[in-house]
């Protein structure tokens, strides 16, 4: 002899629930891995940046005239 009996509602509210929590799982797992292959690209591409830096000029030394631009 049952104590409670679940309903028809209530029993499509509980497969509700249950499918917008499977959805929201899936969507999670979605977001981290391509959250993942972000971060991944951008280290990779840090680490190519630093590998193929370009080396700055030394400056002029103080007092001497700047060099000048000549168009043409």
Not at 10 to 26: E, P, R, T
Not at 39 to 61: C, E, F, I, N, Y
Request: net charge positive.
């Amino acid at each position: 002899m049952p104590v409670v009996k679940i309903t028809g509602q209530g029993l499509s509210a509980i497969a509700l629930s249950v499918a917008l929590l499977w959805a929201c799982w899936a969507k999670e797992q979605a977001v981290t891995r391509h959250d993942r292959a972000d971060r991944a690209r951008v280290l990779r591409d840090l680490r190519q940046m630093q590998h193929h830096a370009l080396p700055v000029s030394v400056p002029a030394p103080a007092g001497s005239p700047a060099p000048r631009v000549t168009a043409g």
